[in-house]
Each structure stands twice: as C-alpha cells, then as structure tokens.
C-alpha cells in the first residue's frame, strides 16, 4: 500500500536516502518522490529545468505501515505520515495510487548510484495541434490525463493538472513541447 510521509520542502532526496539507509528492505518495496521537466526560456532560447512536482512529499510503499511508524520517527527529516486527524495511517485511495502509477508508467526511477534511492522524472508531454491551433494528440504523461488539464499554456509550455493527494485538492504542473520545439 502507497502512503504519503510529509517533510520539508528541498529534503526529498535527503528522506528517501534515509528510509533506504535506516529501514530494513523486508518493511517497504519503494521509496520515491517525483520530479518533472519543464521548459523555461531565458535568453530565447528553451531550456529544460528539473523540478519537484509534489514539493515535500515522498510516497513510500509499505507492507505494514504499523511495523514501520517507530523507525520512521528515528529518522531527522521525517515530518509525518499523511493521514487522518485521529493518527490512523491511511493509504492513497485508488485512484491516487493509480493516478500516480499512471504518471510515472513510462519512466525509470532516477537513483543516486551509491545509495539506490531515487525520484521518478516525469518528462514533456509532446503536443501537436492542427491547423487551427487545437490540441490534434498528446504524446507522454498527459495523455493520460487529458481530462485533468484544467489549464493549458502553450507559450509558456506547461499544463496544470487537478487531482487529490490523501484527500486534498492538489494542482500539478506538467511540462509540455510543442511540435515544432
């Protein structure tokens, strides 16, 4: 089961190299957090950037989340494990779970070599548009999530996706490329 540990913004990557360094290999299958591509330009001309799409979340699957909360608790960076108000642990629903497989269903973890623990770099989605302008076909994680795109900024290069994260509304930026980039 995926669930969700909060900690400071910027200290994803430092997490998740001490969940794979404190916690025993038997307790969890995956520790990551996600990044995305974006393109930006400065002196006109694009460049690619890297940032953190969900800043300060690192998503974790757990075979039993009970087992690992104490060892949790050891570690610096851990701020906490999402759930209710009552301090009941409660997994990603579904559809956030596979809202996240979906994102990340074409990419490889990105590891720190000495550690192997990584993010997954979620990567421009390719559009093309017909003679009129309209999206003709998405080629790359928004495909998926067509119906999501609640904004779409071709001369920026980016699109903003709705979804829930343990329960609350979150938007996503989402970068694209245009056809002729």
């Not at 559809?95 to 997954?120: I, M, Q, T």
Request: negative net charge.
């Amino acid at each position: 089961m995926w669930y969700v540990i909060q900690t400071i913004t910027g200290k994803e990557q430092e997490l998740v190299d001490l969940v794979y360094k404190m916690l025993p290999k038997t307790v969890y299958k995956e520790c990551f957090f996600l990044k995305r591509q974006l393109l930006k330009r400065l002196g006109g001309e694009w460049l690619e950037v890297t940032e953190t799409l969900f800043p300060a979340y690192v998503f974790l699957d757990l075979t039993n989340a009970d087992e690992v909360f104490y060892e949790l608790k050891r570690i610096p960076e851990f701020s906490k494990l999402l759930g209710d108000n009552l301090g009941e642990f409660i997994p990603l629903e579904e559809e956030e779970r596979k809202f996240l497989e979906l994102l990340c269903a074409n990419e490889s973890p990105v590891n720190n070599a000495d550690k192997g623990a990584g993010y997954y770099l979620i990567r421009n989605t390719k559009v093309y548009l017909d003679a009129q302008g309209e999206i003709e076909r998405l080629d790359g994680p928004l495909e998926y999530f067509q119906e999501k795109i609640i904004r779409l900024n071709l001369r920026k290069r980016y699109a903003l996706i709705e979804t829930a994260i343990r329960g609350e509304q979150q938007t996503a930026m989402l970068g694209i490329k245009l056809e002729k980039d």
